[in-house]
């Protein structure tokens, strides 16, 4: 049996009975960091055997790992923090293990996407996990156009050296847009911090320390179509063409574009 263990993303005592019991249990523990493990284990009073996986020698693992599990091993897959397979490695194994007909159970536990969600003030409704946001500054104003008319919050990862240039961003895109700044979650100096993606862009004008969940409420999208209509009249009244209003808006806010050229619903 492959065994999918969620475990803390910063405090080491919040971790399940479930998992702690599988990593007493399994014959091997696969570990981003093994370094990092053993101080998880050796908190919780667990001998484990440990063995690394990560983005690096996955695919070797792979092979290595699946006549391991098809003989009969039981085997326990960890990440650094929260869920393996949310923006960690273990999905080549997941798969590799069931259409080998092997047995993959997960246990659940702490999610940093959730408790960034909850924390922010923004949760309630739909979200969007993202991922960890894109390093190129293209490829990072494409995901706020697009997500834009999604009409829902959206959760991401970022490094603290990166997060004020992408609250920057974010800022030149919508600067009203809501936003939260979810810093060492479960740690000693846990940091949520609320705001427009202006504010959020000033109070992080330098790198932050520790490790971020970014939060952003949802956008354009919550226009309604008279909300939209609204809008190319605004863009049309400041000079814009009305078919590049038309367009902006219906990308932004899901509206049917002919209509919006239109000026009808």
């Known amino acids: 049996m492959l065994s999918v263990c969620a475990t803390p993303i910063g405090n080491l005592d919040d971790v399940t009975l479930r998992v702690l019991e599988e990593l007493r249990s399994a014959d091997v523990v696969l570990a981003e960091d093994t370094r990092h493990t053993r101080g998880l284990l050796e908190r919780h009073g667990i001998r484990a055997t440990l063995l690394s996986y990560h983005e690096h020698n996955e695919a070797a693992r792979v092979a290595e790992l699946v006549p391991r599990l098809a003989a009969g091993e039981r085997i326990a897959l960890v990440t650094d923090a929260g869920m393996p397979l949310v923006s960690d490695p273990g999905a080549r194994l997941v798969r590799a293990a069931l259409d080998a007909g092997v047995p993959v159970t997960v ?42 008319g999604w009409g829902c919050v959206l959760v991401a990862f970022e490094s603290p050296q990166r997060l004020p240039a992408s609250l920057r961003s974010l800022a030149a895109f919508d600067g009203a847009r809501e936003a939260a700044v979810c810093r060492e979650l479960t740690k000693k100096f846990e940091e949520v911090a609320r705001g427009t993606a202006a504010e959020l862009a000033d109070r992080f004008a330098e790198p932050p320390k520790g490790e971020i969940t970014l939060v952003v409420g949802a956008g354009a999208a919550s226009l309604d179509g008279e909300g939209a209509l609204a809008a190319v009249e605004e863009l049309v009244a400041a000079g814009t063409p009305r078919r590049a209003a038309a367009d902006v808006v219906a990308r932004l806010s899901g509206t049917a574009r002919n209509s919006l050229y239109r000026g009808t619903l």
């Open 107 to 148: 246990l659940p536990g702490p999610s940093a996407v959730e408790t960034a969600l909850v924390a922010s003030g923004l949760g309630g409704g739909r979200y969007a996990f993202v991922g960890f946001l894109p390093r190129k500054r293209g490829e990072l104003e494409a995901l706020w156009r697009e997500t834009a």
